[in-house]
């Protein structure tokens, strides 16, 4: 009789556990034994890949700036890329949303949201709307849209693209 071995968990699947286990069960779910349990594994194999919790919060954090990049696009006149970014912007995300909840203090969120918000105000700017507040309500707006509960997939997006289309109405 053979011994039946599990693959090994990598750190990318630590990671990713991690994001489904804060937007379901909340921050109290980021510790390496609950971690541990969702993955059917030990603490042990935590500590493998994570020098401990705070360690594992930081590539949590890491993980999470990478993925926030809004996709790159260079193609169509400046609305349309802006309409695309918005619409991005907008899609419903309960992950992204525990994960502003649980680090809103942390400088990864406000790098990102700096970083979201220029690249939403140089677009603006690029279709001839130079007020600044505009690009801060527009993304905001996409912080509360992604945060929403129970939405329709395409209500986020399309109420973002929407909302570009009033704004580039009063230019």
Known sequence: MTKKTRPRLTREAWITQGFAALAEDGPEALKAEPLARRLGTTKG??????????DFHAQLL???EIRAEPPEDEEGPPVARLRRLAAWLGVPDREDAALRAWAKADETVARVDGDRMDRVAELLRES???NP????ILYAASVGMRSLHGGEAATGPEAMESLVDL?????
């Open 133 to 136: 507040e505009m690009a801060q």
């Open 62 to 64: 890491a993980a999470w």
């Open 45 to 54: 194999s935590f500590y493998w890949h994570f020098k401990d919790v705070p």
């Open 167 to 171: 704004m580039l109405a009063l230019r």
């Open 128 to 130: 001839g709307v130079s």
